[in-house]
């Protein structure tokens, strides 16, 4: 089942980020939205042809997420296929960023899960995060 994270960043996904969304029948017991590739969906010789809606998210049961899948696979960054972490992030990194952040503080990344940790948090970190003592501090 679907997160409330991943829901919520799907949804601004679909709404600011991807072109021409259309949301199609069931597909495995979930919603199934293509649109315009937004990688290689400019190339064509046509304008019919551009408008074509090559991808799709389509929701994978084992990895318990979403999955961007392109048909035309005319770019390198459309040529494999990228869970909803990955799609965020290469469509907009700093929206990339706070998904991951926000998955970190409900405990739903790194080892098992299909979410890497956001920068600045491998470990414990003492970085920007207030946890160092600075010099000047009283002790």
Request: some cysteine.
């Amino acid at each position: 089942m679907e997160s409330l994270i991943d829901q919520r960043y799907r949804l601004k996904l679909l709404e600011y980020y991807l072109d021409s969304v259309k949301e199609d029948p069931l597909y495995k017991g979930m919603p199934k939205w293509r649109f315009i590739c937004p990688f290689c969906g400019g190339i064509g010789s046509t304008e019919a042809k551009r408008k074509k809606r090559r991808a799709a998210l389509l929701w994978d049961p084992r990895q318990h997420s979403w999955v961007f899948h392109c048909s035309y696979k005319k770019s390198s960054e459309c040529f494999d296929g990228k869970n909803l972490g990955n799609l965020i992030s290469a469509l907009n990194p700093a929206l990339g960023e706070a998904y991951k952040r926000d998955r970190w503080h409900s405990g739903t990344v790194g080892k098992g899960h299909n979410c890497r940790a956001p920068q600045g948090v491998v470990g414990i970190t003492t970085g920007s995060y207030g946890l160092r003592r600075s010099s000047s501090a009283p002790v």
